[in-house]
């Protein structure tokens, strides 16, 4: 007979410890990537922990394989800039690089794999085992198809652009605007069968979006977003996002799993209207839809510093910088009701800024870092820093300063800033 219960109980249970690190990276988006990188690189012993089957999150996974704020940092993301211009045939549009997602992938399983660094893939973060006084994170808990795991490291870092890590350990966090709404999700998808130069001569870059939304309209459909993006990623490829999915929280996987049948229904419709058209798009096809949903904004994890957006109006850097971000506020409107496409306050004037290391320092665990979408800011900052160009320039700051606290028995928090400039000055312009 089915129980009526509402909750089962589980008994207690012992579980095994597969492994011991320095380092251990929750994600391995563009943040986790740079920052197992890093920190292997400085001599660090590190595993990533990944849910997806592949690195790279929302470049690879999520098939938006689109860098934006790249341009003035070297380090790692330099190295990327080379690899995708110079040997993987990718392209470079004003200041932002696209890139065929499968080079990708296989380039960054490539380099982490080369550096030493143990991956573990098809296995999801779900809990954080902790010191009797609950500051120190000891293990790492995973649940895969092996069942229950622990894993245990001096330092952690968290990069699962949602914050499960530190979520797990206790630690508090910030979610949506005001009113508790975040941005909307969006699903990646790769198309092909457009001619770029063609393209380019009949939907220049500056009114691509506006006038998309309007042949979808005169197609009949009315899209969820009205500023379609399709850019030119090399080799025929284009990812396009053309869907927002509205007050989807990235916690509950119901609301998600719906987002995703509606999102992927709604795109083969779009794409149906458009090649109806001919000409241009007589030939269009789509290659493929993301497995996973493209989340935009989760928890932002408390730090020793929050970036708030008037950090960003002013400008302000110090020498505890750890990188500088140059992209201005980008917020896709939470409310529907509001607008269907970007709402974000026109008064306020974004400057370059400098995001302080403390926003990367758990502020309720002293062995904790984060990097990538997930650190401590607010609403309208986050809408700036959360892109990957920047993620990648966090994720390698946290590393580099991970390995560096290590060799010197010290914890994060505790980097000097000499400690500091001696990573800081490759991770963007000053
Ligand atoms: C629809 C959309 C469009 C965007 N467009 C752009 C754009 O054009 N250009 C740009 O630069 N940025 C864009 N962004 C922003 C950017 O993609 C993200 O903010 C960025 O991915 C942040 O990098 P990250 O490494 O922090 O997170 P993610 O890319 O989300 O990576 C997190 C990784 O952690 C893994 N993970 C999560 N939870 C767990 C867990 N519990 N256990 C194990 N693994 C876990 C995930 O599988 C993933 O691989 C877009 C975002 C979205 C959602």
Known sequence: MPSSAASVPE???????????????????????????????????????????????????????????????????????????????????????GVDPERLKLRLETDLVEAGVRLRYNTMLTAAHKSPDGRTVTHAITESKAGREAWQARLFIDCSGDGDLAARAGCGFDYGNEQGLAQPTSIGVIVTGIDPDRLEAELPRPVRKVKLCDMLRAGGLEPSYALPGLGY????????????????????????????????????????????????????????????????????IHGRATVTVDDIVEGRSTPRSVCRSHFGLDVHAPDPERCRGIDKPLELRPRPYGIPWEALVARDCDNLLMAGRCISGDFLAHSSYRVTGTAVALGEGAGRGAALALQRGIQPAELTDEDLATFTADLADR
């Open 11 to 97: 008994s207690a249970r012992v579980t095994p410890v597969r492994g011991s690190y320095d380092i251990i990276v929750a994600g391995g988006g563009p943040a986790g990537y740079a920052a197992a990188l890093g920190a292997a690189r400085a001599g660090a012993a590190v595993l990533v922990l990944e849910q997806a089957a592949c690195l790279g999150g929302i470049w690879t996974a999520g098939l938006l394989p689109w860098i934006i704020d790249q341009h003035t940092r070297g380090g790692i993301m330099g190295e990327l800039r080379d690899y995708i211009l110079n040997q993987a045939g990718g392209t470079l549009v004003g200041t932002t690089l």
């Open 233 to 300: 990623l090399g080799h025929g490829l284009f990812f396009y996002g053309g869907t927002h999915q509205y007050n989807r929280r990235f916690d509950d996987p119901d609301a998600l799993t719906a987002a995703l049948i509606d999102a992927r229904a709604e795109v083969h419709r779009h794409i149906e209207v458009l090649r109806r058209r001919g000409g241009l798009w007589a030939d269009l096809r789509l290659l493929g839809t993301a497995s996973a949903l493209g989340i935009r904004e989760a928890r932002r």
